[in-house]
C-alpha cells in the first residue's frame, strides 16, 4: 500500500476535505496527490464549502448527505449513480457521525433514527454506537475495507462492535497528535493520504491498520 503525506494550503487537517472509497473519491477541491487512491476522482462542494470530508459520508455503494446541500451540489451527486441520502435532520456533518467501509457502518446515535435509511442507502449491515464515548464515530475513526484506527481512547467493547460490523482487523491511534484519526487521514484500500504533522510512529501504525 501507498502512502503520501500532504497538507492543503498549508493544513494538515486532510480529512476534513474530502473522502474516498475503492470505487470512487470525493473532495471539495482539487488534490493532485489523491491520484494514488486509484479511484475515479469527483472535484464536489458541499454546503457550498470544499469540506466534504465533514458534510458527507460513504461508501463504494452510497452516499450520506445533509439537507444543507444546494440543488447543483447534488445534481453533481447524482451523475455519480449511486445511491444517495438527504438526512432530514439538523445534525449535518455526516462525515463526523458515519464510520463506514463497504462491509457495514456504525453511526451516532444522533442518527438513530435514520438507520434504516442508512442502511438502505449504503446496502451494508448497519449499527448504532460510540468511540471513545462520543457521539461522532465518523470523527473518531478512520475505515477501509482492509483495516479501521479508532481514537485512541475507544473502550474495548466500542471496537469489537466495529470489527463486528465492518468486518476487520482495527486498533487505536493518532494522527499529528490528535485522536480525531479522521481529520488527518484519506483512504482506501490502495494508498493513504496522511497530513504532514503525523509523525513517524503514527504514519507505521496507521499503514499497519489500514493497509
Known amino acids: 500500500m501507498r502512502f503520501r503525506k500532504i497538507d492543503v494550503d498549508g493544513d494538515p487537517n486532510i480529512g476534513l476535505r ?10 471539495g477541491r482539487e488534490i493532485p496527490e489523491a491520484e494514488i487512491l486509484e479511484a475515479e476522482i469527483h472535484l464536489i462542494k458541499i454546503a457550498q464549502t470544499e469540506l466534504a470530508g465533514i458534510f458527507a459520508a460513504g461508501n463504494s455503494n452510497g452516499i450520506i448527505l445533509p439537507y444543507l446541500i444546494e440543488r447543483e451540489e ?14 432530514k435532520t439538523k445534525e449535518t456533518l455526516m462525515g463526523n457521525l458515519v464510520l463506514c467501509n463497504d462491509k457495514g457502518a456504525v453511526i451516532s446515535p444522533l442518527l438513530k433514527r ?6 438502505s442507502t449504503l446496502n451494508c449491515e448497519v449499527e448504532v454506537g460510540k468511540i471513545a464515548n462520543l457521539s461522532i464515530p465518523g470523527a473518531c475513526g478512520i475505515a ?11 473502550r474495548e467493547e466500542e471496537i469489537n462492535l466495529v470489527k463486528e460490523v465492518l468486518k476487520v482487523k482495527v486498533s487505536i491511534g493518532s494522527v499529528g497528535g490528535s485522536p480525531f484519526v479522521k481529520s488527518g487521514i484519506i483512504a482506501n484500500s490502495n494508498a493513504v493520504l496522511v497530513g504532514e504533522n503525523a509523525t513517524g510512529p503514527e504514519l507505521e501504525r496507521i499503514m499497519e491498520v489500514l493497509g
Do not use: P
Open 114 to 119: 435514520w438507520k434504516r435509511e442508512i442502511e
Open 74 to 87: 447534488l445534481e453533481e451527486i447524482k451523475k455519480l449513480g449511486l445511491n444517495f441520502a438527504v438526512l
Open 18 to 27: 474530502g473522502f474516498a472509497t475503492d470505487e470512487y473519491a470525493i473532495f
Open 144 to 154: 477501509t475495507n482492509k483495516g479501521c484506527l479508532l481514537h485512541r481512547e475507544a
